[in-house]
């Protein structure tokens, strides 16, 4: 019988080990890249957060106010802004209030709109303010609890 010489080759060449370092980095370079996107949009809704609570705060402290309250007096049409920190952070607060609807010379219905945007931030969704994901807005009316004109017992 004759004898068979088996030269079988065990292992890996150098050749495909090099090619399958380069897979692998490859698809780490595109698991890091989506980490960092992951950990800059969870930023970014942290600041989204905070700047609704900020806006939320505002809203109920001026829905809580009797209407005719001084600070719930018509303001410019470009409001009044201040500035607030919350969690070491700072956000421009912009308050317009406006009269919706006067009867007998007497405001009827206001509507308050409250802006927030943070200050000084890396997030890429406060650089452009124009856009809806460049600030928190809420917006709210606000009637008297008198009757109408048009109404009657």
């Known amino acids: 019988m004759p004898q068979i010489n088996h030269q079988s080759q065990a292992g890996f060449t150098i050749i495909e080990t090099a090619i399958a370092m380069v897979l692998m980095a490859i698809v780490a370079l595109g698991i890091a890249g989506i980490f960092a996107f992951a950990a800059s949009t969870t930023a970014s809704a942290a600041d989204r957060e905070m700047a609704t609570a900020v806006a939320q705060q505002g809203m109920e402290q001026l829905r809580s106010a009797k209407f005719t309250d001084a600070t719930l007096n018509a303001t410019s049409s470009a409001g009044v802004t201040t500035t607030v920190t919350r969690l070491g952070r700072q956000y421009s607060v912009n308050t317009i209030i406006s009269d919706s609807l ?3 010379s ?9 802006r927030v945007t943070p200050l000084l931030s890396n997030a890429r969704w406060v650089s452009n303010v124009n856009t809806i994901f460049g600030s928190v807005t809420l917006v709210s009316t ?3 609890q008198q009757m109408g004109p048009n109404r009657s017992y």
Do not use: E, M, Q, Y
Request: glycine share 6%; hydrophobic share 40%.
């Open 106 to 114: 007497s405001p009827a219905l206001k509507t308050i709109t409250i």
């Open 142 to 144: 606000r009637g008297t």
């Open 102 to 104: 006067v009867v007998n």
